[in-house]
């Protein structure tokens, strides 16, 4: 198979991804509203939050490592089995810490999913493909997050609060267990591709002095926490404000919705904007849109800028995850997407832990204020990065070594579920 020969292993990833965000996106509300209904005031929703990032936290680096050496294939289908079973004992937990330690499990099931599946578009898309691909996978992502929000508002609510809860949760278990039917046809990159030696190491210090790796994660990270905190904080705005779990769920996808636009326009704003102008501006737009969601405005105006705020959030997943696969030395495309994964997960242990200390002090409108304060930073490193430049054309072939530009090592290995 060669890069941009056959479509259909990226259409059963974004498939597969849709079910697996859809169920982290479906469950991550309802861990909020069942942490509340047990008690848990705005500090220990923030803890449940950043211990879903945890885990993952110090394991993505250790993963990156493994799929720089052709065994990203397993992570598709661990990732699923984790995701759903932390969904489901989430809602099966009595106790907040035991909320805590199952929120991590499903973190940990995320992240195995999602760097198998970044390595793979990485290694299957030609370097002119990658910001079209990393795109249309990121769609997955935005599929998951418009429908799991609804679902979630569909079955939270009533008198009992802990228990519809907890049915969500249940339901989004389920739900990832359905991204097994995808997996199953997914084929190896590059098949007929020659398997090498392993060959040493890029040490990690080597990959983040990288140009335009920094500014890849950093952008990302910011990026990340800003959906992140809105998924888990945005119930909370809500009790405070009296709008109801179903109007949250509501609000929640239309952010989701105008990500995927996003995405689907992504290429026609490159070509209209460039890569440095899109960056910056959505950055900065999407700064002032986060603070604004602190403003007690009516939930008609907090819906247009969450439409707004999610067209400029589509923009710097895709674009950073092609500039750090670009920026990274050889060799190690795998692991320098799994340091970015490492910067995302960081920010939401650091974000939503920050998110609480503010909340509790300065009101649960305040974390947005943060978002804001952190998206206008990436703005100007966006400002400041280094424009992608064409890659070698000899990384267009996936899972083959070539002197000195390998492009990451041995093909990833056939995914059967």
Not at 97 to 107: D, F, I, Q, R
Not at 149 to 174: E, F, H, K, N, W
Not at 293 to 309: E, F, I, R, S, T
Not at 393 to 401: E, I
Request: a positive charge; proline letters at 6%; hydrophobic letters at 55%.
């Amino acid at each position: 198979m060669t890069p941009g020969g056959n479509r259909g292993w990226l259409l059963r990833l974004v498939i597969a991804f849709g079910f697996a965000q859809g169920a982290v996106s479906m469950a991550r509300p309802a861990v909020s509203y069942r942490a509340l209904a047990l008690g848990a005031d705005e500090r220990a929703v923030g803890v449940i939050a950043g211990v879903y990032a945890l885990l993952p936290l110090f394991a993505a680096v250790p993963l990156g490592r493994r799929t720089d050496h052709g065994r990203c294939a397993p992570l598709l289908p661990v990732g699923v089995v984790l995701i759903a079973g932390g969904c489901a004992l989430s809602g099966a937990a009595g106790s907040l810490w035991t909320m805590a330690l199952w929120s991590g499990v499903m973190g940990l099931g995320h992240l195995c999913f999602v760097i198998g599946a970044q390595s793979l578009v990485a290694r299957q898309s030609a370097p002119h493909e990658q910001d079209r691909n990393f795109g249309h996978f990121t769609i997955g992502a935005s599929l998951g997050q418009l429908v799991g929000p609804i679902a979630a508002g569909a079955l939270i609510g009533g008198p009992d609060m802990a228990r519809s809860s907890a049915l969500a949760l249940v339901v989004a278990g389920a739900g990832a267990a359905v991204a097994f039917t995808s997996l199953w046809r997914i084929e190896r990159p590059g098949a007929a591709a020659s398997r090498t030696g392993q060959g040493a190491r890029v040490p990690v210090g080597t990959i983040l002095r990288a140009r335009g790796v920094p500014a890849g994660i950093l952008i990302s990270l910011s990026v990340l926490s800003a959906t992140d905190i809105l998924t888990a904080y945005l119930p909370v705005v809500g009790e405070h404000r009296g709008i109801s779990p179903a109007v949250i769920g509501v609000l929640l996808s239309l952010r989701a919705a105008a990500t995927i636009a996003c995405r689907l326009v992504l290429t026609p704003l490159l070509r209209l904007l460039g890569r440095t102008a899109l960056l910056t501006s959505t950055c900065l737009l999407a700064a002032l849109l986060c603070a604004g969601v602190a403003l007690p405005v009516p939930v008609w105006a907090l819906a247009v800028m969450l439409v707004v705020l999610g067209f400029c959030l589509g923009v710097g997943q895709p674009l950073s995850m092609t500039t750090v696969v670009q920026a990274a030395p050889d060799g190690a495309r795998s692991t320098a997407l799994a340091l970015r994964l490492t910067g995302n997960r960081l920010g939401q242990v650091a974000a939503p832990a920050a998110a609480g200390l503010i909340a509790g002090v300065a009101g649960v409108a305040a974390p947005f204020v943060m978002l804001g304060a952190l998206l206008l930073g990436s703005s100007g490193v966006a400002l400041r990065a280094p424009a992608v430049g064409a890659a070698d054309p000899r990384r267009a072939a996936v899972g083959q070594d070539v002197p000195d530009r390998a492009g990451g090592g041995r093909p990833c290995r056939e995914t059967k579920g």
